[in-house]
């Protein structure tokens, strides 16, 4: 096996697990599979993936450890994380359980996307963990290898969630038990915060 293969697949193996495994992401991305169009989750999907590799190259530059360095960052990040985390939690679980033309054009898009990897603290320490142990600091082209892997692999992940939601939505036709869905979502994702709280 080459150095470069034996480098990649336990950054693939990284990446999978780091995408797929649930979080507030994964959440809206099934939410929006239940309540909207696949292609308008796949819009979220995309700008959720391209923000995370956009933050991932950044702390791969050395940004996340001079942020780390000003006072109160840490602490401003996470509550900015958990307010936008709470405000889409009362959105989802206020929803109605259908979905009018007009309402389609409220669904998640590709900025509250990207914007929610850059606002969760966890995709950051995420990020750093990932370059810390599979890249070398100075070493800026096993971070765009790194990066190059991450980004199909973290939308095709994504996307397996909006399409859960779809299949969902494809056999639940009863808007009181898409409401009762959604309102289970809006909880874990509400959820979530304790543990930007506690983490």
């Not at 034996?6 to 939410?31: E, K, Q, T, W």
């Not at 889409?88 to 054009?105: P, T």
């Not at 850059?118 to 971070?143: C, E, F, H, R």
């Amino acid at each position: 096996m080459t150095p470069t293969l034996s480098l990649m697949l336990p950054m693939a193996a990284f990446a999978l697990a780091a995408s797929i495994s649930p979080g507030p992401v994964n959440l809206i991305g099934l939410s929006s599979g239940t309540r909207y169009p696949i292609s308008r989750g796949l819009i979220f999907v995309t700008g959720a993936t391209l923000g995370f590799i956009a933050l991932f190259i950044i702390i791969g530059l050395g940004l996340y450890s001079v942020l780390m360095a000003i006072p109160g960052f840490n602490m401003v990040l996470r509550w900015a994380g958990i307010a936008f985390l709470l405000y889409l939690s009362i959105q989802l679980f206020r929803d109605k359980g259908e979905v009018s033309n007009a309402e389609i054009d409220q669904a998640p898009g590709f900025m509250t996307g990207a914007i929610m990897q850059w606002l969760n603290p966890k995709a950051w320490l995420a990020s750093a963990s990932g370059i810390g142990t599979y890249t070398s600091g100075s070493d800026m082209g096993q971070v765009m290898l790194f990066a190059a892997i991450y980004l199909p692999i973290c939308w095709l992940s994504l996307s397996c969630w909006v399409y859960a939601g779809a299949f969902l939505r494809h056999y639940v036709h009863n808007p009181k038990i898409l409401i009762a869905i959604n309102r289970i979502l809006a909880l874990l994702l509400a959820a979530s915060c304790i543990y930007l709280l506690i983490g």
